[in-house]
């Protein structure tokens, strides 16, 4: 008689250790804020800026925007050094948009290297990424990375639509983001 091993075909559970997540815990007032955007996603650049001119409104110390343009290459390379310069000069960010799955990708990975400088962020992409956006940043060792998410599609939407959106869900990038009324 002949003994038979039978291997399980699965791997054994991963232990999930996500990397910390950091808030602001403070009113905005004096604050230095960071918005990434991307060249790609004229919805999210109207999405930004109007919640750029709220932050000022705020009180905000300073805005710093950077603009992506590409996810490789010497410009993908130079737009990564830039996120990693906006972390560096900044209390807080947030970083868009995640809306096609290369986008969310870099997206996520961008709103990651901010998180890793201690830097409160928040990851925002559209409704149909946002299993992408939070596998990517699970796989990242980031799972408890905050996600804010927006409707999908965005981008063939008016503006005055878009800019509905903006004020709908800004309060809930700042509640995200543990900011102190």
Not at 82 to 104: K, M, Q
Request: net charge negative; hydrophobic share 45%; with cysteine.
């Amino acid at each position: 008689m002949e003994t038979v091993l039978i291997r399980r075909p699965t791997a054994p559970p991963v232990i999930e250790a996500a990397a910390p997540t950091f808030r602001v815990d403070t009113p905005l007032t004096s604050l230095r804020a960071g918005i990434r955007t991307d060249a790609a996603w004229r919805s999210w650049r109207l999405i930004a800026s109007d919640w750029e001119q709220r932050l000022w409104d705020a009180g905000v110390a300073g805005v710093t925007t950077v603009e992506t343009h590409a996810q490789v290459g010497d410009t993908g390379a130079k737009d990564r050094s830039h996120i990693g310069e906006l972390a560096a000069n900044v209390d807080f960010a947030i970083v868009g948009l995640g809306t096609c799955g290369s986008c969310t990708s870099f997206a996520i990975a961008d709103a990651v290297a901010i998180e890793q400088r201690e830097r409160p962020v928040i990851a925002v992409v559209t409704e149909e990424f946002a299993t992408h956006g939070r596998n990517m940043a699970k796989h990242l060792g980031h799972a408890d990375l905050s996600v804010l998410v927006l409707p999908y599609p965005l981008e063939a939407r008016p503006d005055a639509e878009l800019l509905e959106i903006s004020a709908e869900y800004y309060p809930r990038a700042l509640e995200l983001l543990g900011v102190d009324a």
